[in-house]
T-cell receptor, first 112, second 109 residues
Framework: DAGITQSPRYKITETGRQVTLMCHQT?????MFWYRQDLGHGLRLIYY???????DKGEVPDGYVVSRSKTENFPLTLESATRSQTSVYFC???????????FGPGTRLTVL | GIQVEQSPPDLILQEGANSTLRCNFS?????LQWFHQNPWGQLINLFY???GTKQNGRLSATTVATERYSLLYISSSQTTDSGVYFC???????????FGAGTRLAVHP
């Protein structure tokens, strides 16, 4: 049972480049989320999705794009990376009936 | 928006000691969860506990929703309990889980 996985686990990129972080879950959870974790700011919600083709903004959506063409995948794209987007990114999912949230292992992104 | 405050911010224990972590929130909630982030960064869901008491091994949690707080108890602590414990609540709908700043726990042998 793979659960929820993220790739890559580590990524270094340069300012202005496009970066896509992948998230895949095997539980068929309807809800999926992207959080970023930064010192001094804790965990903040970027985007979430209630089902395939349904997405909505969280607290800090600027500079990010999401899509969800399949239930199991929820990629996060930084269209033009900035240094302020250096962070650890966590994907999470939950069932539509159960509110407990389960996190992936995280992706550490560094933007130079 | 809703405010979530955790205390203490830092805690150092000797192996075998007990501890209580507290989470206060500023408004009524219908969803409260406790997470443990281990030293390798993995976030583990410990409890979904909008009210009442739950136990899982050496860990237990109690939420008193009417008084707007939740407590996480760790008994007979072990070095593997080290890490950061987060409380998170829902505000403005079921999808916006708001996290507290966390309690950093270090358990020494």
């Amino acid at each position: 049972d793979a659960g929820i996985t993220q790739s890559p686990r580590y990524k270094i990129t340069e300012t202005g480049r496009q970066v896509t972080l992948m998230c895949h879950q095997t539980w068929s959870h309807s809800y999926m989320f992207w959080y970023r974790q930064d010192l001094g700011h804790g965990l903040r919600l970027i985007y979430y999705s209630a089902a395939a083709d349904i997405t909505d903004k969280g607290e800090v959506p600027d500079g990010y794009v999401v899509s969800r063409s399949k239930t199991e995948n929820f990629p996060l794209t930084l269209e033009s990376a900035t240094r302020s987007q250096t962070s650890v990114y966590f994907c999470a999912s939950r069932d539509s009936r159960q509110l407990a949230l389960f996190f992936g292992p995280g992706t550490r992104l560094t933007v130079l | 928006g809703i405010q979530v405050e955790q205390s203490p911010p830092d805690l150092i224990l000797q192996e075998g000691a007990n501890s209580t972590l507290r989470c206060n929130f500023s408004d009524s909630v219908n969803n409260l969860q406790w997470f443990h982030q281990n030293p390798w960064g993995q976030l583990i869901n410990l409890f979904y506990i909008p009210s009442g008491t739950k136990q899982n091994g050496r860990l237990s949690a109690t939420t008193v929703a009417t008084e707007r707080y939740s407590l996480l108890y760790i008994s007979s602590s072990q070095t593997t309990d080290s890490g950061v414990y987060f409380c998170a609540v829902v505000s403005g709908g079921y999808n916006k889980l708001i996290f507290g700043a966390g309690t950093r726990l270090a358990v020494h042998p």
